[in-house]
């Protein structure tokens, strides 16, 4: 059952949260000149024309990066920034691969998964000369399993799955736990959704239970939560992310926060486990 497509969400609020968080944990992890695999358990088409039927249908950009104030960000947020920006141009939101893709270096790899039927072959034609990057069309639950431990020794995975049924709030926390076994050191970047509060709450009692270090939440929202149906925030549990985020994000978020949602919006950084 696969009828999410993220054209119609591309750059939204929760993308900018998502990929500001991607961002940051590249930068620093590039600070070292060692190799760093990247993995997309759930790549999307990887790049999305804001003139497509989907993206003008919702206009989510619009009220996301589109509705940002760069130039009254701080320094931490300029990379992305030019992003916006420079993809903007081209009347284009960048996905996150196009992102990684962008940011990651010759001697980085890139591995992306995506099952969509449509959305999977975009993928891999966006990639189709980039020598770094391996697309498959398969399940990046399955995926993450085989290719951890990394032989790179450093790895970046963010997980970002459509939640299109409840169990992926279950299975998204088993598959985090098997990384993690494989590659306690890899940072893992774990997205969702707060339609019901209650489902992320389980979550993160099952990862606070589940032996797993340094665990983080960082979460913006454009309206509390609330009973009915829809998305009202979105965040990333973040394992083992760089150790200066959560200072980054206390400057960045408030002022995101202010911009895209200045009346009913919040935001919340915490450590869920230390590290
Ligand atoms: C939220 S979108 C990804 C967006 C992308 N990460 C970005 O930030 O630009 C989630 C994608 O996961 C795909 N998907 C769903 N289940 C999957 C699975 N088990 N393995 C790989 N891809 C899957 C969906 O088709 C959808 O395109």
Same mark, same amino acid.
């Given at each position: *059952?696969?009828?999410?497509?993220?054209? %119609?969400?591309?750059?939204? &609020?929760?993308? +900018?949260?998502?990929?500001?968080?991607?961002?940051?944990?590249?930068?620093?992890?590039?600070?070292?000149?060692?190799?760093?695999?990247y993995?997309d358990?759930?790549a999307?088409?990887g790049s999305?024309?804001?003139?497509?039927? *989907?993206?003008?249908?919702?206009?989510?950009?619009?009220?996301?990066?589109?509705?940002?104030?760069?130039?009254? !960000?701080?320094?931490?947020?300029?990379?992305?920034?030019?992003?916006?920006?420079? %993809?903007?141009?081209?009347?284009?939101?960048?996905?996150?691969p196009q992102?990684a893709a962008e940011l990651l270096r010759t001697?980085d790899k890139l591995r992306l998964?995506?099952?969509?039927?449509?959305? &999977?072959?975009?993928l891999a034609k966006l990639f189709a000369r980039d020598k770094r990057v391996r697309c498959?069309?398969?399940?990046?639950?399955?995926?993450?399993?085989? !290719? !951890?431990?990394?032989? /790179?020794?450093?790895?970046?995975?963010?997980?970002?799955?459509? =939640?299109?049924?409840?169990?992926? =709030?279950?299975?998204?926390?088993?598959?985090?736990?098997?990384? =993690?076994?494989?590659?306690?050191?890899?940072?893992?970047?774990?997205?969702? $959704?707060? +339609? /019901?509060?209650?489902?992320?709450?389980? *979550?993160?009692?099952?990862?606070?239970?589940?032996?797993?270090?340094?665990?983080?939440?960082?979460?913006?929202?454009?309206?509390?939560?609330?009973?009915?149906?829809?998305?009202?925030?979105?965040?990333?549990?973040?394992?083992?992310? $760089?150790? +200066?985020?959560?200072?980054? !994000? /206390?400057?960045?978020? $408030?002022?995101?926060?202010? /911009?895209?949602?200045?009346?009913?919006? %919040?935001?919340?950084?915490?450590?869920?486990?230390?590290?």
């Open positions: *059952m696969l009828s999410y497509r993220h054209a %119609f969400h591309a750059g939204n &609020f929760a993308d +900018v949260l998502k990929h500001l968080v991607l961002i940051k944990s590249i930068e620093y992890m590039q600070q070292k000149p060692g190799p760093l695999l993995i358990t759930h999307g088409a999305y024309p804001l003139d497509s039927r *989907m993206s003008r249908k919702t206009d989510e950009y619009a009220a996301g990066a589109g509705a940002l104030q760069l130039q009254r !960000l701080p320094a931490d947020f300029d990379s992305y920034g030019a992003l916006i920006e420079r %993809f903007g141009k081209q009347g284009i939101y960048p996905g996150s992102i001697q998964f995506e099952l969509h039927p449509t959305d &999977f072959p975009k498959e069309q398969s399940d990046g639950h399955h995926a993450l399993k085989s !290719l !951890l431990p990394a032989p /790179q020794k450093r790895a970046l995975i963010l997980m970002d799955p459509s =939640y299109e049924i409840k169990r992926e =709030y279950q299975t998204v926390v088993e598959s985090l736990q098997a990384g =993690y076994k494989r590659m306690a050191n890899a940072t893992y970047l774990l997205w969702y $959704p707060v +339609v /019901q509060r209650d489902w992320i709450n389980r *979550m993160i009692k099952t990862l606070r239970s589940s032996g797993i270090k340094d665990i983080w939440q960082f979460e913006l929202g454009i309206a509390p939560d609330n009973r009915e149906p829809g998305m009202t925030a979105s965040g990333i549990l973040a394992i083992n992310p $760089p150790w +200066v985020l959560p200072q980054q !994000l /206390q400057t960045l978020l $408030p002022l995101l926060q202010q /911009q895209l949602a200045p009346i009913r919006g %919040f935001y919340r950084i915490q450590a869920i486990v230390p590290g």
